[in-house]
């Protein structure tokens, strides 16, 4: 075979860059990707790798570097300006851009679910810190709904002749949904403490109740409802790489629902190794969980 040489080489580098930045960064996404076939794999890890990079830009190592707010805002424009642009043109200097335009153009992922996403990374930048219901909403939507979709669409490629209809782009967007409320409640002192933000609607975290931490921990339960119906219909190995994710956060919002609320607030609960394998082993199988 012909090594890879020019554009080829160039997008072979930039997708294994993808690759490195979804293994070093979540152990749980990374262990479920595996059981995508080859291709699909590393067009999920494009999608993760961008979607990575902008959550750091307004959370993590920028502002570690003292970057400011209004600078980090600036970034996250400069960010989507340049996707949106890599996508038009098909390629980027920057290599992350590049894989992820690379797949986008692939796969059917466009403007209406690139610029949500960076809406609401534009809203972390700007360091709102507290959130109704409509601009919770709002906020679930781009920064893990339309990411959802991104997925789907990537699964798609597994079957040429799948349809992506309304009840699949449904249970993508709530299964986006039911992660990111997950990680709200797992990072919930963590937000308020470092970050400043109060993500759950109408919650004080002082005075954060059994009550409220039910409310939500139902909500997540009804997006995995919803969500389990569509996984079923995707592609065989896709179905069961979701499906695995889909165990995995929902065994951690078991662990959500049996945690104290107070405790919630000092501690980040995971799920134990163990867990996590049989979870996967079950899904290598084909079992969606429950």
Known sequence: MTP?????????????SSSRIIGAYSTSFGWASRLLPRGVRDRIADVYALVRVADEIVDGPASDA????????????????????????????????????????ETGIGEELVRPFFASMRTDAEGIATFDREAFGRYVHGSAEVVGSMCLRVFATEDPGMIIDEELEEGAR???????????????????????????????????????KDEFVREIEADLAVARA???????????????????????????????????RRSRVSVPTGVKLRVLGRAALGRVPR
């Open 174 to 212: 709530r299964l986006g949904a039911a992660f990111q409320k997950v990680n709200f409640l797992r990072d919930l002192g963590d937000d308020v403490d470092r970050l400043g933000r109060t993500y759950l609607p109408g919650v004080d975290p002082a005075r954060f109740t059994e009550r409220d």
């Open 66 to 105: 003292g970057i400011d707010a209004a600078e980090r805002r600036a970034l996250v424009d400069a960010l989507e300006s340049e996707t949106l642009a890599a996508i038009e043109r098909g390629f980027s200097p920057n290599m992350v851009v590049h894989a992820f335009a690379v797949t986008a153009r």
């Open 230 to 264: 569509a996984i079923v219909r995707l592609p065989p190995r896709s179905r069961r790489a979701t499906a695995a994710a889909a165990g995995l956060f929902a065994r951690l919002n078991d662990e959500l629902r049996r945690t104290p609320a107070a405790e919630l």
């Open 4 to 16: 890879p040489t020019g554009l080829d080489l160039y997008t072979r580098t930039a997708r294994a």
